[in-house]
């Protein structure tokens, strides 16, 4: 409904023209063409190449602190399963726990 009120004539404009859907269909607009654009596909790009570095540095460090040695005491230089996934375990925990030191979500 389109009325004029005495008083303000910006009152009146924003009264009958900004409505709750008007906004939030701009806003849409806005983040859709926000997301198409390459600003957004960078920011993905950048998020995605810090959580690999927070990633390799934990397996990295997990290989030199308990893989390696295990290798080294044996003949085939091989690890069981439990070692495997204990391994596994140690370098997710390591990776969240780096993330988490810089302030970065990585499983977000």
Same mark, same amino acid.
């Given at each position: ?34 997301? /198409? ?7 993905? #790009?950048? *998020? ?8 390799? +540095? @934990? ?13 080294? /005491? ?7 399963? #439990?070692? *495997? ?8 925990? +390591? @990776? ?13």
């Amino acid at each position: 409904m389109f009325y004029l009120a005495e008083g303000n004539v910006w009152a009146n404009l924003f009264s009958n023209l900004l409505t709750p859907e008007l906004v939030g269909m701009v806003l849409t607009v806005l983040v859709a063409w926000w997301k /198409g654009s390459g600003w957004y596909q960078k920011v993905q #790009d950048s *998020r995605a190449e810090k959580g690999y570095e927070f990633v390799a +540095a @934990a397996v990295h460090e997990t290989y030199e602190s308990y893989v390696k040695e295990i290798k080294a /005491g044996r003949k085939d230089g091989k690890l069981t399963a #439990d070692e *495997r996934e204990l391994a596994r375990r140690k370098a997710i925990d +390591a @990776a969240k726990e780096y993330a988490k030191e810089h302030g970065f979500d990585l499983l977000k």
